[in-house]
């Protein structure tokens, strides 16, 4: 509309990251074939939702996506997504929207019988896809569908780590003033990570650890399937734990090394709704200060919400209570705001917006449109047009 520049915000957007994304170096990670299991499976009980866990939507996007998104940032050479609950809806979703470039297959764990035998499945799906030298001397990325905050950089950081400490295993932790709740790192007497325990299995010794296990991790190859095969449902849920694979790598004499996150809340799960909406606030933070940097002013960020997928020119201004969803478009000098709420929209270069809902609508430059208007889906306004208060229009209307 009007030549107006408009930029991307999709995640994967390398160009877009400004000051919040590091950029990733994919040179150093060259070295040897490097890989990535996603485990997406899981039913998602606490969600309480007929929707499988890994669709689950953050602002606007199933949150299995911006896993997909942080590992596109790597030199990985097939990823496999494990599927198990809602397998084919995942599936479907994951092809159609995850990055291009990814070389994604799908396996499907048919029975949930724990994160050890989840990878053990994926390792089926790995197998075929490298020669037996390869395979071994390669390394894999392991991390679940639901920590959508991890960024690309510090998955690269990981791998680099492992890399550097060549040792079997690398895992992602954090370091917490509290930890209670998560799982702790236990190293021997030699400062070797020995063990991962559960925060209700620790001693008091144990519980004052302040190094916490995150769900990602970095192995080689060539040793995680052994360990695999060495795990036991020996626990209260009969299940196999990933978790345990750290012992028995340890007993075995292999290193297993640490790579300390940056910021704790990137590997942040979510397992319920109330995480759902703190993963979705930190999101929404990330995307206005990154439209902030580009030039867009914001009044209250706090009070502004924009889905991934949305685009803005420079110039825009957005007033507290502006809601921009799906594909919406707004082009340069326009005002939004207060309280506008828009889907799929297409806004012309100084367009002013003023408590406005419309849906798959087009609004010309120059227009004028509120207080306290509805447009009718699909409504188009020309260039210039105004349309008054407390109006429900449609194509043609004016006020």
Same mark, same amino acid.
């Given at each position: 509309?009007?030549?107006?520049?408009?930029?991307?915000?999709?995640?994967?957007?390398?160009?877009? /990251?400004?000051?919040?994304?590091?950029?990733?170096?994919?040179?150093?990670?060259?070295?040897?074939? +490097?890989?990535?299991?996603?485990?997406?499976?899981?039913?998602?009980?606490?969600?309480?939702?007929?929707?499988?866990?890994?669709?689950?939507?953050?602002?606007?996007?199933? =949150?299995?996506?911006?896993?997909?998104?942080?590992?596109?940032?790597?030199?990985?050479?097939?990823?496999?997504?494990?599927?198990?609950?809602?397998?084919?809806?995942?599936?479907?979703?994951?092809?159609?929207?995850?990055?291009?470039?990814?070389?994604?297959?799908?396996?499907?764990?048919?029975?949930?019988?724990?994160?050890?035998?989840?990878?053990?499945?994926?390792?089926?799906?790995?197998?075929?896809?490298?020669?037996?030298?390869?395979?071994?001397?390669?390394?894999?990325?392991?991390?679940?569908?639901?920590?959508?905050?991890?960024?690309?950089?510090?998955?690269?950081?990981?791998?680099?780590?492992?890399? /550097?400490?060549?040792?079997?295993?690398?895992?992602?932790?954090?370091?917490?003033?509290?930890?209670?709740?998560?799982?702790?790192?236990?190293?021997?007497?030699?400062?070797?990570?020995?063990?991962?325990?559960?925060?209700?299995?620790?001693?008091?010794?144990?519980?004052?650890?302040?190094?916490?296990?995150?769900?990602?991790?970095?192995?080689?190859?060539?040793?995680?399937?052994?360990?695999?095969? $060495?795990?036991?449902?020996?626990?209260?849920?009969?299940?196999?734990?990933? !978790?345990?694979?750290?012992?028995? +790598?340890?007993?075995?004499?292999?290193?297993?090394?640490?790579?300390?996150?940056?910021?704790?809340?990137?590997?942040?799960?979510?397992?319920? $709704?109330?995480? +759902?909406?703190?993963?979705?606030?930190? +999101?929404? !933070?990330?995307?206005?200060? $990154?439209?902030?940097?580009?030039?867009?002013? =914001?009044?209250?960020?706090?009070?502004?919400?924009?889905?991934?997928?949305?685009?803005?020119?420079?110039?825009?201004?957005?007033?507290?209570?502006?809601?921009?969803?799906?594909?919406?478009?707004?082009?340069?000098?326009?005002?939004?705001?207060?309280?506008?709420?828009?889907?799929?929209?297409?806004?012309?270069?100084?367009?002013?917006?003023?408590?406005?809902?419309?849906?798959?609508?087009?609004?010309?430059?120059?227009?004028?449109?509120?207080?306290?208007?509805?447009?009718?889906?699909?409504?188009?306004?020309?260039?210039?047009? $105004?349309?008054?208060?407390?109006?429900?229009?449609?194509?043609?209307? !004016?006020?």
């Amino acid at each position: 509309m009007g030549g107006t520049e408009i930029h991307s915000l999709a995640p994967c957007d390398s160009e877009s /990251a400004g000051e919040v994304f590091q950029e990733v170096d994919n040179r150093a990670m060259n070295r040897r074939p +490097l890989s990535a299991i996603v485990l997406a499976a899981g039913e998602g009980t606490r969600m309480r939702s007929g929707t499988p866990k890994p669709l689950h939507r953050l602002c606007g996007r199933p =949150m299995v996506l911006y896993v997909l998104d942080a590992l596109g940032e790597l030199a990985v050479e097939r990823v496999v997504v494990v599927v198990g609950h809602g397998a084919t809806e995942v599936t479907k979703t994951i092809q159609a929207e995850a990055p291009q470039h990814l070389a994604i297959e799908f396996v499907e764990q048919p029975e949930q019988r724990g994160t050890g035998d989840a990878v053990a499945v994926a390792l089926t799906g790995l197998f075929g896809s490298y020669g037996a030298a390869d395979f071994d001397e390669g390394d894999v990325i392991v991390l679940p569908g639901d920590t959508p905050l991890v960024l690309g950089a510090t998955l690269a950081s990981l791998v680099e780590g492992h890399r /550097a400490g060549a040792g079997a295993a690398t895992l992602l932790t954090a370091r917490l003033d509290q930890p209670s709740g998560y799982s702790r790192i236990v190293r021997d007497k030699d400062g070797r990570v020995a063990r991962i325990v559960d925060e209700h299995d620790a001693t008091e010794h144990e519980r004052q650890i302040d190094e916490v296990a995150t769900t990602v991790y970095c192995f080689r190859h060539g040793v995680l399937a052994p360990a695999l095969r $060495r795990l036991s449902p020996d626990n209260s849920l009969g299940e196999y734990y990933l !978790t345990d694979t750290v012992a028995v +790598l340890h007993d075995a004499g292999y290193a297993v090394t640490t790579v300390v996150v940056p910021d704790p809340a990137e590997a942040m799960e979510v397992n319920d $709704r109330a995480q +759902l909406a703190s993963a979705e606030a930190e +999101l929404r !933070t990330r995307i206005n200060r $990154r439209w902030m940097l580009r030039g867009v002013t =914001m009044w209250d960020p706090g009070q502004t919400y924009l889905d991934a997928s949305v685009r803005l020119a420079g110039e825009v201004t957005l007033l507290p209570g502006v809601i921009l969803e799906g594909r919406t478009t707004v082009g340069g000098g326009a005002v939004l705001g207060p309280s506008v709420h828009l889907v799929d929209c297409e806004v012309g270069a100084g367009a002013v917006l003023s408590h406005t809902v419309a849906s798959h609508a087009v609004i010309g430059e120059q227009c004028s449109v509120g207080p306290y208007v509805v447009l009718e889906r699909g409504a188009r306004l020309a260039s210039g047009e $105004r349309r008054g208060p407390l109006s429900a229009s449609g194509s043609g209307a !004016t006020s």
